[in-house]
């Protein structure tokens, strides 16, 4: 058996086990999605709902006051946020917020991979929702941002097991980068898959997390393909990942069926590296 299969066994019988604690989804999100679909909604019933949990109305402000957003006076209350903001964009900022809070580690060889796979999820996240909204889709806007956020979750799963290994095993022993890497790129799909389920969220975001990387293409699934298009974009730039600038997210098939061109994907490039505070190569 290779190191690699053996890493992968005891990955899934960690998953499999009563004794692990999996990461929390804030039933919040899924009620903030609910009332974002709702015409009605106001204001106020959005701020009593991202009120329930203190910890999220904390990196809620947190990130409304990041450079992107931030005005000249600090936004200090959620109701100032969504006055200043707009309700999508603090339902965004929400979402974002309540997976920031799980990409912690206390094993400190994996604080760059945790950091890495939070960039490309909070990347992909904002670049979705700014993809369904210029290719005709902002009804799907919304779905697209969470979709975008959660689809690599299974990363985020296969680092908190590999602390879990790590930490139990009181060793100094320290994985290879290429071993790391592997298992990631192999396992991602179906564990992100698994602990959506388990979260028990709508069909749409774990297909997502399971598809979107199969070599067919269904033409028809709008989500999975701005999924998928992102996930060339951030490896075109390099977020959460080794660039590679010769890959050319506008000749794929995702862009065709999508519709979207190569300057409206450099458009998203100037977004992104803008919203990041990336630095252009």
């Given at each position: 058996?290779?190191?690699?299969?053996?890493?992968?066994?005891?990955?899934?019988?960690?998953?499999?086990?009563?004794?692990?604690?999996?990461?929390?989804?804030?039933?919040?999100?899924?009620?903030?999605?609910?009332?974002?679909?709702?015409?009605?909604?106001?204001?106020?019933?959005?701020?009593?709902?991202?009120?329930?949990?203190?910890?999220?109305?904390?990196?809620?402000?947190?990130?409304?006051?990041?450079?992107?957003?931030?005005?000249?006076?600090?936004?200090?209350?959620?109701?100032?946020?969504?006055?200043?903001?707009?309700?999508?964009?603090?339902?965004?900022?929400?979402?974002?917020?309540?997976?920031?809070?799980?990409?912690?580690?206390?094993?400190?060889?994996?604080?760059?991979?945790?950091?890495?796979?939070?960039?490309?999820?909070?990347?992909?996240?904002?670049?979705?929702?700014?993809?369904?909204?210029?290719?005709?889709?902002?009804?799907?806007?919304?779905?697209?941002?969470?979709?975008?956020?959660?689809?690599?979750?299974?990363?985020?799963?296969?680092?908190?097991?590999?602390?879990?290994?790590?930490?139990?095993?009181?060793?100094?022993?320290?994985?290879?980068?290429?071993?790391?890497?592997?298992?990631?790129?192999?396992?991602?799909?179906?564990?992100?898959?698994m602990l959506?389920?388990?979260?028990?969220?709508?069909?749409?975001?774990?297909?997502?997390?399971?598809?979107?990387?199969?070599?067919?293409?269904?033409?028809?699934?709008?989500?999975?393909?701005?999924?998928?298009?992102?996930?060339?974009?951030?490896?075109?730039?390099?977020?959460?990942c080794t660039?590679?600038?010769?890959?050319?997210?506008?000749?794929?098939?995702?862009?065709?069926?999508?519709?979207?061109?190569?300057?409206?994907?450099?458009?998203?490039?100037?977004?992104?590296?803008?919203?990041?505070?990336?630095?252009?190569?």
């Amino acid at each position: 058996m290779t190191e690699q299969d053996s890493l992968r066994s005891q990955i899934s019988a960690r998953i499999n086990s009563a004794s692990l604690q999996l990461p929390v989804f804030n039933r919040v999100v899924l009620e903030l999605q609910r009332l974002m679909n709702d015409p009605d909604v106001g204001t106020r019933q959005l701020e009593a709902v991202i009120a329930k949990d203190p910890a999220l109305v904390a990196q809620v402000l947190r990130l409304a006051n990041s450079s992107r957003y931030a005005g000249l006076n600090k936004i200090a209350t959620v109701d100032q946020a969504l006055l200043r903001l707009g309700t999508q964009q603090v339902c965004r900022l929400a979402l974002a917020a309540s997976q920031l809070s799980l990409y912690k580690t206390k094993y400190l060889p994996l604080e760059s991979y945790m950091a890495d796979s939070w960039n490309r999820a909070y990347a992909s996240a904002i670049g979705a929702g700014w993809i369904a909204e210029r290719t005709g889709h902002a009804g799907m806007a919304q779905a697209a941002f969470l979709a975008g956020l959660l689809h690599d979750v299974g990363n985020l799963l296969i680092l908190m097991v590999l602390e879990d290994i790590e930490m139990k095993a009181g060793t100094n022993r320290q994985f290879s980068a290429s071993l790391i890497n592997d298992i990631l790129n192999s396992l991602h799909c179906e564990c992100g898959y698994m602990l959506m389920q388990r979260w028990n969220l709508p069909e749409i975001y774990c297909n997502a997390a399971r598809d979107h990387h199969l070599q067919a293409l269904d033409a028809r699934d709008d989500l999975i393909m701005v999924v998928r298009l992102m996930d060339m974009v951030c490896l075109r730039m390099g977020i959460g990942c080794t660039a590679d600038p010769a890959l050319l997210p506008a000749a794929s098939p995702e862009a065709e069926n999508l519709g979207i061109s190569e300057i409206t994907l450099a458009e998203l490039e100037v977004f992104l590296e803008e919203s990041l505070g990336l630095t252009p190569t």
